[in-house]
């Protein structure tokens, strides 16, 4: 070998130099192929430490399962998609005809129309039993506040997202309440009607306007694939929060996320899938309202336009205000608010098991979503008006009002030590995580603790 000479450009001193100038190991701790990819690209690796060998707290119940089902429907939900979008066509004249064609000519066009449109639904039920899980444990509290923010805008996404893709079967639904939605717009001062031209493409919702919402759906249903994989990422740097709303300390506190939480998110996921299944096959068009089995018609307006159940109650809160601008605010704001529960909220304590007046205030809160999805499907008029003001009322009470003053002047219970405490505590029946049994109770032997019982 020859000397090194300063004057040679750098990478010519590293081929020529005895001791190579950085030393990069190419190594894995695997063998065969998987070892040579791993050496390389090391998403092997990454999988192992960030999911099978990942800890997480020991106490989780089946609520921390709903993440998971979540990225199963979304998988069903891209699979299923890209196989319609091969037989569907975006236009005014074919798009009603391309799906009853692919309902009744393609082989299984029907089952995967069907799991599309009822995985949409699915996922919105689990989304808000993941929200809400959220809310009931104080996940959204420090550490975990970014985390939750992508989670919201994962929201607003999905109901972008299910909002364009319900206007392309062009059935009455689609093209009346694409209409009714864009015109929101137009309550913006000064530019709103220049923004609907601009949404619609032309002076009405038509065919420029299916053409664009057709690529919105499929882009913006990617940017949730990959806001799934920020919003993952985040979780993995805090680690998941648990019924006892207290980080872990020591290791006997948690478990590897295989196989005992695999195993558990399993059995989770087989319950609801089973369920989409049930409604799959026995009653696919149950959630779906029977109007857009009728060819879009600009020239006959449905009686009533309601939107899809998931949508019914924001779009109660909309009607509840009679400014059209205000109410479109308030719809908006009713989601966006969320996103500052982790300030707006000043409790020190996340859990609900541990605190005694907000447990009830945010199960009125569940409470509250319903019964304005029960009035957001009603006609907005004489006393529907009125119940979804007092729910929007108690909404926004809940988030600027509530709150910030519960958080201050509650008295919580006393947290336990640790995670073991924790289960101890359940055990001996001092604490339950819902006021009331989900489920029948299970005798203490079966109560799943490998801690010695304290004699009674
Ligand atoms: C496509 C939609 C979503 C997917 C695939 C998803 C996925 C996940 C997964 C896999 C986890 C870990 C498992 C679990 O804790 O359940 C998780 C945790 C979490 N997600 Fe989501 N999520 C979605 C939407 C949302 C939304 C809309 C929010 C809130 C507005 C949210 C807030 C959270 C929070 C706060 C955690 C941490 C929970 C804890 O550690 O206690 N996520 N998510």
Request: hydrophobic share 50%; net charge positive; with cysteine.
């Amino acid at each position: 070998m020859t000397a090194s000479n300063p004057e040679l450009p750098t990478y010519q001193r590293m081929l020529d130099s005895e001791e190579p100038m950085a030393v990069k190991s190419i190594s894995s701790p695997y063998s065969g192929v998987l070892g040579w990819i791993d050496a390389r690209l090391p998403i092997p690796r990454l999988i192992d430490r960030e999911y099978l060998k990942f800890r997480v707290p020991r106490n989780l119940n089946y609520f921390w399962s709903f993440g998971g089902i979540l990225m199963i429907s979304l998988a069903i939900l891209i699979i299923t998609g890209i196989s319609l979008g091969i037989h569907y066509k975006p236009s005014e004249a074919e798009a009603f005809a391309s799906v009853e064609r692919i309902m009744r000519d393609v082989n299984f066009g029907w089952l995967i129309r069907y799991m599309h449109m009822n995985a949409a639904s699915f996922f919105f039920i689990a989304v808000y039993i993941h929200i809400f899980r959220g809310l009931y444990f104080g996940s959204y509290k420090h550490p975990r506040e970014l985390l939750w923010i992508i989670g919201i805008v994962i929201f607003f996404m999905m109901m972008a997202t299910a909002f364009l893709g319900y206007t392309l079967p062009w059935g009455q639904m689609s093209f009346w309440g694409a209409t009714v939605i864009t015109n929101l717009f137009s309550a913006i001062p000064v530019v709103g009607d220049a923004i609907v031209t601009w949404l619609w493409g032309g002076y009405s919702v038509g065919d420029q306007t299916l053409n664009r919402f057709y690529v919105f759906h499929w882009v913006i249903a990617f940017g949730i694939v990959a806001m799934v994989l920020l919003h993952v990422t985040a979780l993995h740097i805090t680690g998941s929060n648990n019924p006892a709303g207290i980080e872990p300390k020591k290791e006997s506190e948690t478990l590897t996320f295989n196989p005992f939480m695999t195993t558990k998110d399993l059995v989770g996921a087989v319950v609801f899938f089973t369920l989409f299944a049930g409604v799959l096959f026995f009653a696919p068009n149950y959630l779906g309202h029977p109007d857009n089995y009728i060819p879009a018609n600009p020239l006959v307006t449905p009686t009533h336009i309601v939107p899809e159940w998931y949508f019914l109650p924001f779009y109660a809160i909309l009607r509840a205000i009679p400014d059209k601008l205000m109410g479109v605010l308030a719809m908006v704001a009713s989601i966006g608010l969320l996103a500052a529960l982790p300030w707006l909220d000043r409790s020190p304590i996340r859990s609900c098991v541990f605190r005694p007046v907000w447990k009830w205030l945010t199960l009125a809160f569940v409470v509250d979503f319903f019964v304005l999805m029960w009035v957001g499907a009603m006609p907005a008029e004489g006393v529907y008006v009125w119940i979804a003001r007092a729910g929007t009322l108690y909404w926004f009470a809940y988030l600027l009002i509530l709150a910030p003053l519960v958080g201050i002047y509650e008295r919580p219970k006393r947290l336990p030590r640790d995670i073991h405490e924790y289960e101890e505590m359940k055990a001996r029946g001092e604490i339950r995580f819902l006021p009331f049994p989900l489920l029948p109770r299970r005798s203490r032997k079966a109560s799943g603790s490998t801690h010695p019982q304290p004699a009674e």
